[in-house]
């Protein structure tokens, strides 16, 4: 396997906070940017059709402007690409947020969708720390395996340095359940990278720093 090549571009403005990030390797080539004081707007291509589906859902509900390019050796499987973009998206998140100052750095959000009820909750806290709990029925949602699902989300966590707990509280049918656990990651994200004026630009944390 190569060994990744990573670029980075961030601005960590109060108007614009954001980061490019690509990732190169014998396995995947991947490029994400990521603002998250956007609109929601998201162009994506990995290559994997549902995995685009919830990236488009993460972006509009946590209001985030988001590209993803990916390339991967989707004729072994998609695995690689899975777990690869979402270690860049979660380094583009990172990288976006800096220092984390000024921000309220905690989220939570519980959504539904149809008959499927997801729990999310977030802390930006410089750790990565991923927990999960539910099933999905079935081997697969269109081009994905959704053993996948919860793979994407702890590479996230851990290359986004936030811990990350998911918890399935209802649900049938497995695209439902997929899709309401990232549009609740999308809200409680939302949440955790608002400012929060009474910190000041301060670190919510007694520590003074994230991490």
């Avoid at 990651?185 to 301060?202: C, F, H, I, K, T």
């Amino acid at each position: 396997m190569d060994k990744p090549r990573l670029a980075t571009m961030t601005s960590h403005t109060e108007q614009s906070r954001s980061a490019t990030i690509t990732r190169c390797t014998g396995e995947t080539d991947i490029a994400v940017t990521l603002n998250v004081d956007g609109s929601g707007q998201s162009e994506v291509a990995t290559g994997v059709g549902f995995l685009d589906h919830m990236l488009q859902a993460l972006a509009r509900h946590a209001r985030f402007n988001l590209q993803v390019r990916a390339t991967g050796d989707l004729h072994i499987d998609e695995h690689h690409t899975v777990e690869d973009v979402g270690i860049v998206l979660g380094r583009a998140l990172d990288e976006a947020l800096g220092e984390r100052r000024g921000i309220v750095r905690m989220g939570q959000a519980i959504v539904p969708l149809d008959e499927a009820l997801a729990l999310v909750a977030v802390d930006l806290s410089g750790r990565g720390y991923f927990a999960f709990e539910g099933q999905f029925d079935t081997p697969r949602v269109g081009q994905m395996a959704t053993s996948l699902i919860p793979h994407f989300l702890e590479s996230l966590a851990h290359a986004g340095r936030l811990n990350l707990h998911v918890r399935l509280l209802a649900g049938a049918d497995d695209h439902h359940r997929a899709e309401a656990i990232f549009k609740a990651l999308a809200r409680a994200l939302d949440m955790a990278v608002q400012w929060d004026a009474r910190l000041l630009g301060q670190v919510a944390s007694t520590k003074g720093t994230v991490g």
